[in-house]
């Protein structure tokens, strides 16, 4: 499992917009500014959390994103799954295999997939929001 920039992207967008939401929505250009993402490509990302209902739009001169919930109410793990589809260490686990029925590594992978998406959704939003000002 490889995490793309689409997630590691999506990430950003969340915890920018955690960090900086509050009442007010956040601009894209805010967001790619602090961020160092393009507009055309954190678009692609926003467009995709926004469908998922991860993150509402407001129009208008000061229209922009907020989140939907609370920052503890989000896991990594969801949010990651969103932007890569899987989590899963490998495919065998996500479209199954012929041979799972003799493989040896197969209980290996189960138990490593288990592992990533107990962490992963153990961690919230706030967490990292939370470990980022700490180190303000």
Known sequence: ??????????????????????????SLKDIAD?????????????SMLNKAGFVESYRGKMGGYLLSRTPD??????????T????????????????????????LWQNLDKIIGDYLGGVTLADIVEQRLEKI
């Open 73 to 82: 109410r989000y896991t990594i793990a969801e949010i990651l799954e969103l």
């Open 34 to 46: 602090r961020q160092n993402i393009s507009m055309k490509y954190l678009e692609s990302i926003v």
């Open 84 to 107: 890569e589809g899987t989590l899963a260490p490998v495919m065998c686990l996500e479209n199954g295999c012929p041979n799972s029925d003799g493989c040896l590594t197969l209980p």
């Open 1 to 26: 499992m490889m995490i793309t920039t689409k997630g590691r992207y999506a990430l950003h967008v969340m915890e920018d917009l955690a960090v900086h939401g509050g009442d007010d929505p956040v």
